[in-house]
């Protein structure tokens, strides 16, 4: 075998390396981008049917809101139909940008970047909707009482010394443990796009 012919098999087959190392790369990536995803569902489907429940009920509001004759109360119902039909838009939109997140047409480096403005995006989102959450069940309550025809009930003191208590604790807990886990699913979800920079 000559020198030539050497040369160019040696040539040909760096080339077929480069190639599949490129193959092998774009299909690392690309199933890094499904696991991605599939991951960031764990928050996508939660946060989807949290939102229909919060539609269907600033439906029932706007529908019941003829009932409501008490001006409070009226405030109240404005202020919650507000609340459940912004929150879970905004919740979304976050988690839309998230998920939009392109892996493989982004250098890792630029991937994180965004990832990043997205994360605290995201979280500011949710903590908003933590804190108004208490506002929220507050003020919910009310209107309520008056639509269903049992306004008496919110005049017990009982009411406001144990089942709004209750109410806030166990919103207070509930939220702090789907934090915990949002926290978690972001971090994982972080810790995948770290990988590919390796």
Known sequence: MELEEMKSLWEELSLKVEQQEKIQKKVLMDITQHN???RLNSIRIPELLGSIVCLGYAAYFILSFSKLTVTINQVFAAFDILFLIGLPIASLLAVR??????LV???PAKTL??????????FRVQQFGFFLSG?????VLPPLAEISGKADIIRQPYFWLIYVPAGLLFMFFFGRWGMRKYRKIIQDSE????GLED
Do not use: G, P, V
């Not at 970047?113 to 995201?122: P, S, V």
């Open 97 to 102: 940008n998230l998920n939009q997140l392109n």
């Open 36 to 38: 991605y995803r599939k």
């Open 113 to 122: 970047e965004k990832f990043a403005k997205r994360k605290i995006q995201f």
């Open 191 to 194: 810790d995948m796009i770290r």
């Open 135 to 139: 506002l929220f069940l507050i003020s």
């Open 105 to 107: 047409q982004t250098t």
